[in-house]
Every structure is written in structure tokens, then in C-alpha cells.
């Protein structure tokens, strides 16, 4: 399968401050990738839907300009979280679809966010 | 409404015992469900998906869709099989909707 790198692993901010996750894809061209989010002993959220070369397609509830997508390359995507608070202490998750046919996602080992 | 549910947070068996794990599901189309595994320290990885009907580390799921269920079964489990199980849907495009997950703990 594909295999997905994110980085940074786990990023302490303070409040008020914008915090950059990258997700790469490294052997392989994704088109598109998926940022998902998971709180705490919770499942896991789709968030957005990263299209490389256009805009990002995000889920109802979720604050495009709070969460600024950028899928720059076929091996790249970025989430900025914008001006982060408390509440956007989270683990996010981004994963790579290599084979549409068999729908199989493969996962980055996710970032964990903490807001002071 | 689409919808994963996963009833049991955790699931505690003695190595050798059978296991089950339930997954119940919402969907008003033809499903394509999937079972997700994370053991500890690891990321998110596919174990099985209902279309390849395959077996996987022993693990097998059937789709009911009178019961709109896809349990995950294994009839002797092992210590190394201890991780989270998700279940999920493929709702729409590639878009998956996970359910809350289930904590496999198997004891020696």
C-alpha cells in the first residue's frame, strides 16, 4: 500500500497561534487525500477532502477558514489550524486513497495537536 | 442518516476464546463496509472489507443485511490480536464513515 508520512507527530502551541501538519504521500501521486480528526476515546471525523490543485472539499461543521487546507502537489497536502484554541486540541489524521477501486484508504500516523 | 455504530467500547477475552465484535450499520444504498485496525503504538490499517470476503490473521466478517450487522468473528483469539477495531461505511465517493471503535484486549 501507500505509505504516508505526517509530520510534525505531536506540536504544543499557545492559544491564538497558527499551527502548519503536513501529509505526504511518498511512493505515491495522490490526487486526493482526507484529513480526519479524533477526539479523545472517539471515533474519527472526516474533516475535509484534499484535492490537489483546487480547493478543498470540507464537511458540514467544519470552519474552512479555521482549518485552511493547501494541496499544493501530487505528494503533499497541508493543515493549517488557524488561530487554535483549547478546544482544537485534537488528533488529526490524514490518509491517502491508492487503490479508488478497492476504496482503501491508507493512514498517515496522525498528529497530535495540544492548545495551551 | 448514516451511521456506524459499534456498541461495546471494550471487549475482554482470554487467549483461545472466540471473539466477536459487533458492528451494526445505517445506510439506504448498497453497503461497502470495512474493518479498520490500530494496535498500539501503530497507525490506523485495513484488515478486511466485505467485498473481498477474505479471511485476515483469521479474522472474518459477514454482511447481514437483514440485520444491517458485520460483526467481526475469530474463533480463537490471540494475545497479539489486542487493538482498537474500527468499523466503517463507505457512504458516498470515498468518503468513510467510522464508528466509535472497539478495545480488543485479549488475556493470557
Known amino acids: 500500500g501507500a505509505v504516508v508520512s505526517q509530520h510534525p507527530s505531536w506540536v504544543i502551541c499557545k492559544s491564538g497561534t497558527s499551527v502548519k501538519i503536513e501529509c505526504r504521500s511518498l511512493?505515491?501521486?495522490?490526487?486526493?487525500m482526507f484529513w480526519y480528526r479524533q477526539f479523545p476515546k472517539q471515533s474519527l471525523m472526516l474533516m475535509a477532502t484534499s484535492n490537489e490543485g483546487s480547493k478543498a472539499t470540507y464537511e458540514q461543521g467544519v470552519e474552512k477558514d479555521k482549518f485552511l487546507i493547501n494541496h499544493a502537489s501530487l505528494t503533499l497536502s497541508t493543515l493549517t489550524v488557524t488561530s487554535a484554541h483549547p478546544e482544537d486540541s485534537s488528533f488529526y489524521i490524514c490518509?491517502?486513497?491508492?487503490?479508488?477501486?478497492?476504496?482503501?484508504?491508507?493512514f498517515g500516523a496522525g498528529s497530535r495537536l495540544t492548545v495551551l | 442518516a448514516q451511521r456506524v455504530t459499534q456498541p461495546e467500547k471494550l471487549l475482554s477475552v482470554f487467549k483461545g476464546a472466540p471473539v466477536e465484535l459487533k458492528c451494526n450499520y445505517s445506510y439506504s444504498g448498497s453497503p461497502e463496509l470495512f474493518w479498520y485496525v490500530q494496535y498500539s503504538r501503530q497507525r490506523l490499517q485495513l484488515l478486511l472489507r466485505?467485498?473481498s470476503r477474505e479471511s485476515i490473521k483469521g479474522f472474518t466478517a459477514d454482511l447481514n443485511k437483514g440485520e444491517t450487522s458485520f460483526h467481526l468473528k475469530k474463533p480463537f483469539a490471540q494475545e497479539e490480536d489486542s487493538a482498537m477495531y474500527y468499523c466503517?461505511?463507505?457512504?458516498?465517493?470515498?468518503?468513510?464513515?467510522f464508528g466509535s471503535g472497539t478495545r480488543l484486549l485479549v488475556r493470557p
Open positions: 511512493d505515491f501521486q495522490a490526487t486526493t
Open positions: 490518509s491517502v486513497l491508492k487503490d479508488t477501486g478497492a476504496n482503501v484508504l491508507t
Open positions: 466485505h467485498i
Open positions: 466503517a461505511l463507505k457512504a458516498s465517493s470515498y468518503k468513510l464513515i
